[in-house]
Nanobody
Framework: QVQLVESGGGLVQAGGSLRLSCAASGRTFSSSAMGWFRQAPGKEREFVAAISWSGSSTYYSDSVKGRFTIARANFKNTVYLQMNSLKAEDTAVYYC?????????????????WGQGTQVTVSS
């Protein structure tokens, strides 16, 4: 079993920055691809970013490319999402997720474990 705990969410003005963290425990963290997803009220959960087990490959949705950066520190069992130039439309609950295989999926259905989510609110 894997436990994922997100932190770092909050209220920020448009144009500002936040860094989300996701701490993992319970299974070998370095064996997992990690993803960040978000869900706004009344909308489906959507892919934001993903990173391979080694950190050598990263993927982003078009809506965040160039503004968000995903990174991981395997020695800390932690994955990060640096969010810059935030917009009101980035407001959502952000979830991290773990997938235990060599692939790096962008579909939520393929992830095995999920955190409880952290709220990000961007005021315009």
């Amino acid at each position: 079993q894997v436990q994922l705990v997100e932190s770092g969410g909050g209220l920020v003005q448009a144009g500002g920055s936040l860094r989300l963290s996701c701490a993992a425990s319970g299974r070998t963290f370095s064996s997992s691809a990690m993803g960040w997803f978000r869900q706004a009220p009344g909308k489906e959960r959507e892919f934001v970013a993903a990173i391979s087990w080694s950190g050598s490959s990263t993927y982003y949705s078009d809506s965040v490319k160039g503004r968000f950066t995903i990174a991981r520190a395997n020695f800390k069992n932690t994955v990060y999402l640096q969010m810059n130039s935030l917009k009101a439309e980035d407001t959502a609950v952000y979830y991290c997720a773990a997938h235990y295989s060599r692939s790096v999926p962008t579909s939520a259905r393929e992830y095995d474990y999920w955190g409880q989510g952290t709220q990000v609110t961007v005021s315009s």
